[in-house]
């Protein structure tokens, strides 16, 4: 007898369906599994033995071929077992073949019979959706998760013999859990009321967080750079439905996200230092291969403190997908393209021991090669790049985050409305031919413009990243031309930091 069951594997962070074909004939009895399955997919006789046993029904003791279509793809992981000991029962004539007609099934087996959680529910459930599975079961755990898809019946399964008794109509389906509600807002969550001084600074937050640009904060140990940098996600505007299910299924993948619930606030990620290439740009084998820190920060905030602390390959792999706002990972047999539309902020030293303006105690020699951590090119991404000073101990706090937030929301809304229907939502991410088409320059700030770059010997990259700015600076003013004053402040916010 032959079954074939509808079920989905992990692609990187994007399911792959799979169907799983389940053979018993005659012979001697056996287990094999072809199709490429990883280590967890070849050991799945054991567990999915064991499940039916202890669910009261039966093994064949027969010869039992278990394919994993489409056989050029690596199967990861364990979900695939709930499939594989459902299509037994089809094939051993325990359920009818129309039992499963359009039927998804997604999970692990425990040697007790209990069906438990996978990870990527979120991705796997719309990987079935695609090729018009619309009744999917799926483990009880992540049954909320999976309901967050729309257009699908979501079966929750709390175990094998529950399942299989459901099937059959033995047994009414048990009804799909209530979504949870969201967490409530984090009282204690950092605001930027709690900055004192440092007003050149919270204008350059509010630049970034409105239009997406790429900030380096530069200073003395306790000047307040890591302070700041970790206030920038409350002056971010909340993500949309559609960017949100796009972060929600992201961590999901990883393991992070809560059952249920969409993440509404954009992502935070802050690795060490010591993180390696495969940690920010995400890696692993050709069946495996997990997203890093630039695609889990997707959408949101990527934090790196202690900039030149880092490892020299690990920040020069961050120049292409800083670019291009995508992560092109290769390995044998496999190209994966994960995404990361990053907002990255930045803070580190002026020198090893961080006194360069005051009593510095670094040789030349030093000084020299704590610069040469950091590349030209890679600086270069920086749209943003201050040098900060000690605030004195009187000077004024600044307004709330939900004050800057607000100022920000007005120039997000104007780059929506512009960029509306392209392929770019920021002003950090417009090509410069299309900047120069939707925000032409009056002849003497073109001018002006023509004098900063000769002055300052910008690259052509760096001029069009100065007129982004610009642009920015503009719309937190809600208005439609760029002047002379939003160049000089554009410029002003671009030091040579080191």
């Not at 204690?188 to 007003?199: I, M, T, Y």
């Not at 997000?412 to 299309?434: K, L, T």
């Not at 300052?456 to 610009?470: K, T």
Request: charged content about 25%; glycine content about 8%.
């Amino acid at each position: 007898m032959l079954a074939s069951i509808h079920s989905a594997t992990l692609l990187g962070i994007a399911g792959q369906p799979v169907r799983v074909e389940v053979h018993v004939s005659n012979g001697l009895p056996g287990y094999c599994v072809v199709g490429l399955p990883d280590a967890a997919g070849r050991e799945s006789r054991e567990r999915v033995r064991a499940a039916l046993l202890s669910s009261s029904l039966p093994w064949p003791q027969r010869r039992i071929t278990v394919n994993l279509a489409p056989a050029a793809v690596r199967k990861t992981g364990s979900g695939l077992e709930l499939a594989v000991a459902v299509g037994l029962l089809v094939a051993s004539d325990d359920l009818p073949d129309s039992a499963l007609d359009g039927v998804g099934v997604l999970g692990e087996l425990g040697l007790d019979g209990g069906v438990r959680d996978i990870p990527g529910t979120l991705a796997l459930v719309d990987a079935l959706r695609g090729v018009g599975v619309h009744e999917i079961v799926v483990p009880a755990g992540v049954a909320a998760e999976a309901m967050l898809v729309d257009g699908v019946t979501v079966r929750p399964a709390r175990s094998l013999a529950e399942l299989r008794d459901c099937l059959k109509g033995e047994l009414p389906w048990p009804d799909p859990p209530e979504a949870p509600p969201p967490p409530p807002p984090d009282p204690d969550a950092p605001d930027l009321s709690e900055v004192r001084g440092l007003a050149g600074a919270r204008r350059a937050l509010a630049i970034a967080a409105a239009g997406s640009h790429h900030l380096l904060l530069v200073g003395p140990p306790g000047v307040g750079k890591t302070m700041l940098a970790r206030r920038l996600p409350s002056i971010r505007t909340p993500l949309d439905p559609e960017q949100a299910l796009e972060v929600t299924r992201i961590h999901s993948v990883a393991g992070l996200a809560p059952s249920g619930v969409l993440l509404r606030d954009r992502p935070l990620r802050a690795p060490h230092h010591s993180s390696s290439t495969a940690a920010l740009i995400g890696g692993g084998s050709n069946g495996r291969i997990r997203p890093g820190e630039l695609t889990l920060a997707h959408r949101g905030t990527l934090f790196l403190d202690e900039l030149a602390e880092f490892g020299p390959a690990a920040l020069e792999s961050l120049r292409q997908p800083l670019e291009e706002r995508v992560v092109r990972i290769s390995r044998n047999g496999a190209t994966l393209d994960l995404p990361a539309d990053v907002l990255l902020v930045a803070c580190c030293n002026p020198c090893p021991c961080g006194l360069a303006r005051r009593n510095c105690r670094c040789s030349d020699s030093q000084r020299h090669r704590y610069r040469r951590r950091l590349s030209e090119p890679l600086l270069d991404r920086f749209d943003l790049r201050l040098v900060l000073d000690t605030p004195g101990p009187h000077e004024p706090v600044g307004p709330t985050s939900a004050e800057i937030r607000a100022h920000v929301g007005v120039a997000v809304a104007r780059q929506e409305r512009r960029y509306r229907g392209r392929a770019w939502e920021r002003n950090a991410h417009v090509p410069a031919s299309a900047l120069e088409r939707d925000s032409p320059l009056p002849a003497s700030t073109a001018q002006l413009e023509r004098v900063i770059a000769s002055e300052r010997e910008l690259s052509a990259r760096g001029i069009v990243r100065l007129r982004r700015v610009a642009r920015t600076i503009a719309d937190l003013d809600d208005r439609d031309d760029v002047n002379d004053l939003d160049l000089l402040e554009a410029a002003e916010l671009r030091e040579d930091v080191l």
